[in-house]
């Protein structure tokens, strides 16, 4: 496919994350943009997409452009989405199409936010959900984001039998993770019965199953192959990417346990010409502890229903058959919202890369980035590879 | 063909007033199916020859969750946790979410059959909530 390898990752930069009450949502852009610029050893002028992802503490309505702006740039294409998630992987698509179509040649892909600080408690709750749940037809009924999560975990307990281990077992293996990760948010290790005894958020999910809110920002640097393989550092191709859409809210769908990543793992996968037994390790968007289990069955690691036994016995955390969020993912290393799941392509560039410090997974030549949005609504996949 | 119809002024149908205090679910006369929500085209057929039925009031909890932290909001719609969100698999063969009214949670389980409570709809919702039906309940199974 025409997509395949044209584009690689060829920079990345991040601002502090977890609590930074100091700074705002649009400087920890500018600041990441600058850092992923650096990185990659490309100048500001170079630059000719610029996507962010807006700001739920200081939105702007042309958001991109004011960023741009900022920076004393003129991009051709600026985008503002209003969401990350799998729009985050939606993004690196269609600035991938633009640099395969010869349209451009230096993308970057920014997002950051101040949930945790930018709010006043509660405040960052109430704005989640107003997103993610249906105003008219589910606000009312008393859904939070949890709740929603809550309901595709409790149908795959009764399908499948998961139980709550298996789903604290995806928590303390990111636990253990963020603290192999300076950076990370939360780091004091978790053991199973911490998450199976922590207070009730919405059942199955206890606390310690829900991600963090967290301040911080992420940006990446996307270019051409030709252009990536001049620059210092290793490239980062971008082999594969697919998206799935098959709801917006739970309630249209026919079985909540099978998501649209069956269907953006397919085609990230097929264009990649790799399967899911080439992955070293996977980035898995894990806003809540069933969103792994699903995402492991749903792109093909293992058969519907098993996602929990896969997660049991170490299997998922570094020194595993797959690590999954080596960096300890958006239930340990931070959720800021919207650029949640671009840490999680910082984390894998760096496991190709060879970057990941203690937490590196030897040989990760291969690695597959899959990220959500809503109630596993919007899907996205990522297959990123040191080599085409 | 009833697809020959003007989409100008498409507005999606909400239940007449009229019925207010019912619980009215969409139906598609040519396709002879229910549907939730409400849209101002059929899904399957994409016509617009749809109206409003009474619905029985009955269903299975085909998913649901304990709510225990809830919204600062929540009091507004007389919720106070932990409360109970559940999808319904109504009788007519459309699923809805909702509250299932219970005094212990614990009683509640997938696959337990539920009628809906008169005169509790959920806000603007047209969607009422739900007790479980006793002589059906896993509780009353296990006493």
């Known amino acids: 496919m025409r997509l395949r390898g044209t584009g690689a990752i060829a ?53 991109s452009e004011h960023v741009a702006e900022y920076l004393g740039i003129q991009p051709n294409y600026c985008l503002t989405t209003q969401t990350g998630g799998g729009t985050t992987v939606g993004v690196v698509g269609w ?13 970057v892909i920014s997002a950051a936010d101040n949930l945790l600080s930018g709010f006043a408690v509660g405040g960052a709750m109430q704005s989640m959900a107003e997103g993610a749940s249906h105003p008219r037809f589910e606000v009312p ?12 975990a409790q149908r795959h307990m009764h399908d499948f039998g998961t139980s709550r281990e298996q789903l604290a077992a995806v928590a303390v293996a990111a636990r253990k993770h963020a603290g192999m990760t300076e950076k990370a948010q939360k780091r004091d290790p978790l053991t199973v019965e911490d998450v199976l005894s922590a207070r009730p958020i919405a059942t199955p999910l206890h606390r310690h199953d829900c991600a963090l809110i967290s301040d911080g920002g992420a940006a990446i640097v996307i270019v051409s192959a030709e252009i990536a393989r001049d620059l210092a550092k290793p490239p980062v191709f971008i082999l594969g990417l697919g998206e799935g859409h098959r709801w917006e809210y739970i309630s249209q769908t026919k079985d909540v346990t099978e998501t649209a990543a069956k269907e953006s793992g397919d085609l990230a996968f097929s264009m990649s010409g790799l399967k899911p037994h080439d992955m070293k390790m996977a980035i898995l968007y894990d806003a ?7 995402f492991l069955e749903d792109l093909g690691f293992c058969r519907k229903g098993e996602g929990g036994a896969f997660v049991e016995d170490g299997r998922i955390e570094v020194g595993g058959q797959l690590p999954i969020n080596t960096h300890g993912g958006l239930l340990s290393y931070c959720h800021p919202g919207r650029s949640g799941a671009m840490f999680g392509v910082l984390e894998a560039v760096r496991q190709v890369r060879g970057e990941a410090a203690k937490r590196q997974v030897l040989d990760a030549d291969a690695v597959v980035v899959h990220a959500e949005g809503g109630v596993a609504s919007t899907n996205g996949t990522m297959v990123l590879s040191q080599e085409v | 063909m009833k697809e020959e119809h003007t989409l100008e002024g498409l507005k999606t149908p909400t239940p007449p007033s009229a019925h207010e205090g019912q619980f009215l679910l ?14 101002a085209i059929c899904l399957e057929c994409g016509g617009v020859d749809l109206t409003w039925r009474k619905a029985l009031g009955r269903g299975t909890i085909y998913t649901f969750s304990v709510v225990h932290r809830a919204m600062p909001n ?70």
Not at chain 1, 141 to 152: D, E, K, N
Not at chain 2, 88 to 110: F, K, Q, T, W, Y
């Open chain 2, 74 to 143: 929540a009091s507004e719609y007389g919720l106070e946790p932990p409360y109970i969100l559940s999808l319904v698999d109504l009788d007519e063969g459309v699923r809805v979410m909702s509250n299932i009214a219970v005094s212990d949670p614990e009683d509640v389980a997938i696959g337990d059959r539920v009628e809906m409570i008169d005169s509790d709809f959920g806000g603007q919702s047209g969607v009422p909530r739900f007790r479980l039906i006793a002589e059906t309940s896993t509780a009353s199974n296990r006493a």
């Open chain 1, 95 to 107: 600035a991938v199409s633009l640099i395969e179509a010869g349209l451009a040649k230096v993308a």
């Open chain 1, 141 to 152: 009924f008393g859904a939070t984001v949890p709740s929603l999560y809550a309901q595709l």
């Open chain 1, 288 to 294: 809540f502890s069933i969103l792994p289990i699903l």
């Open chain 1, 11 to 63: 920079g990345i930069g991040e601002t502090r994350v977890g609590v930074v009450p100091d700074q705002g949502s649009f400087d920890m852009y500018v600041e990441a943009i600058l850092l992923a610029l650096k990185d990659a050893g490309i100048g500001r002028s170079q630059v000719d997409i610029l996507a962010t992802a807006n700001s739920r503490t200081e939105p702007f309505l042309y958001h």
């Open chain 2, 26 to 39: 969409q139906y598609c006369e040519s396709c002879d199916r229910y549907q939730f929500y409400p849209r």
